[in-house]
């Protein structure tokens, strides 16, 4: 168990539509990650956060939006979903978000986009 | 964009037997991470190597790193069933004070039979 909560497990909505999806990171980290994991694209990184601020950001889509509050959970939303956007989507976390530490993965959130 | 190409794809052995999976790189790096990922769950961390290492140990785990020719190995000793999983290779390349980013490669499927 990485101590890495992700929810809903699964998911499954329609074209157009706009969901949310919930991550708790590790009791003691400060930094989430998230990342996209389809069979054509592999795993891809879309935003980090550290603190509540945006830290790095990689290849997210306009349509997606995410956010860390102060308790630290992140949140990210997706919207005006195409089919295309069906995947596994990762959250990870870590100590204080820098490159020279592992992360920490939650067993993801799958989406399927009828 | 994903910085690694990981070979082979697949691998099947047998239990006892060795199994080594390589990876390359495109860019410079911090710091290259090897995760493991078992069918529908989420990654997790296995070993880091840093730039300025060439080799290192974690139990039946071995990591190699050549960035002269921008490459590492995995090599896992005396395998088990349980070791059936995909394993993927992950670099970081940005600066370590902003954020920690990870490029993963496709990933190897490993198939250990008893």
């Known amino acids: 168990d990485s101590g890495v909560t992700q929810t809903p497990k699964h998911l499954i909505t329609a074209t157009g539509q706009r969901v949310t999806l919930r991550c708790s990171p590790r009791s003691g980290d400060l930094s989430v990650y998230w990342y996209q994991q389809s069979l054509d694209q592999g795993l891809q990184f879309l935003i980090q956060?550290?603190?509540?601020?945006?830290?790095a950001k990689g290849n997210i889509l306009e349509r997606f939006s995410a956010q860390q509050f102060p308790d630290l959970h992140s949140e990210l939303n997706l919207s005006s979903l195409e089919l295309g956007d069906s995947a596994l989507y990762f959250c990870?976390?870590?100590?204080?978000?820098?490159?020279?530490?592992?992360?920490?993965f939650g067993d993801g959130t799958r989406l399927s986009i009828l | 964009s994903q910085q690694g190409e990981e070979d082979p794809q697949a691998l099947s052995i047998q239990e006892g037997e060795n199994a080594t999976m390589n990876c390359s790189y495109k860019?410079?790096?911090?710091?290259l991470q090897w995760y493991r990922q078992n069918s529908g769950r989420g990654l997790v961390h296995l070993i880091l190597i840093r730039s300025n290492e060439r080799e290192k140990h974690s139990g039946r785990l071995r990591v190699t790193l050549d960035t002269s020719k921008k490459s590492s190995s995995l090599l896992i000793t005396a395998s088990r069933a349980a070791d059936t999983a995909s394993y993927f290779c992950a670099t970081a390349s940005i600066p370590y004070n902003q954020g920690g980013k990870l490029i993963f490669g496709q990933g190897t499927e490993l198939s250990v039979k008893p």
């Open positions: 990870a976390s870590s100590v204080d978000g820098g490159s020279n530490q592992p992360q920490h």
């Open positions: 860019t410079s790096i911090n710091n």
């Open positions: 956060y550290y603190n509540g601020e945006e830290r």
